[in-house]
């Protein structure tokens, strides 16, 4: 499949900033189920300076910096992406038993390298003995690890509800375990938590995914918004996507943006403003299928 994508972010300030630095994580992943066919980005005001580079994990970052004196900012990026089929769970390899996989992963080396930074805990994702818990639920003795990462996505699905009241950013896990109820953002944290406090290597993932409208209805402009998923490493398989907000594993209808740690990592937009008082945010995101890609 083949997607565009376009993601909005407009500030309104109160008073005046004099002077803003931006981080954007914006510009989708180039994977191997992935490709970045285009992408611009536009900023008003028009920055002084602007620079890209890529962080420790690989992500494309934008960095901005704005002198001229604003009480709005707009940052828009737009881009194209074209999405290849993923493998099944019938598809896979048959993976180790999780057991097998966490004492892997403790041994000193360099074989598992890649998976190293992410078997920590870290501020917004606290490893503890209640997620190791709920975990246990799903990572049986001797489960294969895979079955039990897709067994703990069905779990979060099944037991906890979507509520974009219920949370914020600065939620810790222990009160989204306990209250049963969050966002995509505190599934994956809380996914990630569970495997984590089992001795298990997985990321957060940052992007979209494709929405679909009620049946007879057209697609709303600016009704997306930006997801939130989880990557758990596997020795025989590499890194395998799960997404507990949608159960299921991520396949063509997921656009990958950057990964990290957790959600710090990761975070669409942040930055430091010189004056502003209050802000306000708003944030518009569109999603658009263009044509499947023939092989």
């Keep these: 499949m083949r997607y565009q994508v376009e993601h909005q972010t407009i500030y309104s300030y109160d008073t005046s900033v004099i002077q803003s630095q931006q981080l954007l994580h914006m510009m989708p992943r180039q994977t ?5 066919v285009s992408y611009t980005l536009a900023c008003e005001p028009p920055p002084a300076e ?26 828009t990026s737009r881009f194209q992406v074209e999405v ?11 993976s180790p038993a999780w057991e097998q996989v966490q004492a892997m992963l403790q041994l000193q080396g360099t074989q598992h390298l890649e998976a190293t930074p992410f078997i920590y805990a870290t501020a917004r994702v606290k490893c503890s003995e209640a997620l190791a818990t ?11 690890l895979l079955e039990a990462a897709m067994a703990l996505t069905q779990q979060i699905y099944a037991e906890f509800e979507f509520d974009a009241q219920a949370t914020d950013i600065s939620t810790p896990l222990d009160e989204v375990l306990k209250g049963r109820r969050g966002v995509c953002q505190d599934f994956a944290h809380l996914m990630i938590g569970a495997l984590r406090s089992l001795g298990l290597a997985c990321r957060y993932v940052s992007g979209y995914i494709l929405t679909h409208p009620p049946e ?12 939130a998923w989880v990557s758990v490493y596997c020795p025989v398989n590499g890194w395998v996507d799960f997404d507990p907000t949608n159960n299921c594993l991520v396949q063509q209808e997921h656009i990958t943006v950057a990964w990290g740690r957790d959600f710090g990592d990761v975070s669409p937009m942040r930055g430091v403003v010189l004056g502003g008082g209050q802000q306000q945010l708003t944030v518009s995101v569109t999603v658009t299928p263009l044509a499947y890609a023939v092989a």
């Design 84 to 94: 290849q089929p993923r493998p099944t769970m019938q598809t896979l390899t048959q």
């Design 134 to 144: 709920f975990a246990q639920t799903c990572f049986t003795p001797q489960r294969p």
């Design 50 to 75: 602007q620079s890209r580079r890529c962080d420790f994990f690989g992500n494309h970052n934008d960095y901005l910096t704005l002198l001229t004196p604003h009480q709005s900012l707009e940052v």
């Design 216 to 227: 007879g209805q057209p697609r709303m402009v600016g009704a997306d918004a930006s997801h």
């Design 32 to 36: 191997d189920f992935q490709q970045c």
